[in-house]
């Protein structure tokens, strides 16, 4: 308590550095995280390979799409780390500006870096809980929705679409699906004609996309 009753107001260096250190605990469980993903996807990897052995084709579309979309949520979540450490090194800035001016000025780059935080869905309760914080300790200004760099689902599909044949052919070594990078179909597949095989059961099809819901939760 200060003077007259009043709370005495917190360091402002101190608030950085605690929520610094909240920040980095939520890396370290993107870590954990990222290498969950990765076992889950060494897992369905195997299941193509075999399924590709079968030549069923319709179960491995399913598996490549699961591979998709595991990878995916890697590559968001690694951006998530980076953002954090941009977070994290503009706190140390403003920091820097408290020692020179006394004061800390709001920043409108640790408000975008928060905005896109929140909608990772491994993080965003800690991170709006964050962004409240700093919003009250003058650190960001306040939270603004951000609608840019939405895509369509058409391009999403079609990017989909064009995956599942690198994947293929990746996972399989070619023996199904096509090298994007050369666009040219596999040996043994004629152009216009798929690869014989069983047909997915609608069963089995509805137990594979549980595993792919299980696998991106």
Known sequence: MGLFGQTKQKDPREQVREMKRKLRHEQRAIDRNINHIKREELKV???LQEAAKAGNKDVCKILAKEM?????AVSKLHASKAQINSVCMQMDSQVAMV???GSMKASTDVMKLMNKLTKVS???QTMMELQKE???????E???EDTMGMESDEELDEAADEEVEKILFEVTKGQLGTDTAISTPIAG???DTEIAGPAVSSEEEDDLQSRLAALRS
């Open 45 to 47: 990897k195997k299941s």
């Open 68 to 72: 998709i979309g595991s990878r995916r």
């Open 99 to 101: 020692k020179m001016s």
């Open 122 to 124: 491994e993080i965003s």
């Open 134 to 140: 700093m919003t009250k300790a003058g650190i960001m």
């Open 142 to 144: 306040e939270m603004m």
């Open 189 to 191: 597949e004629a152009e």
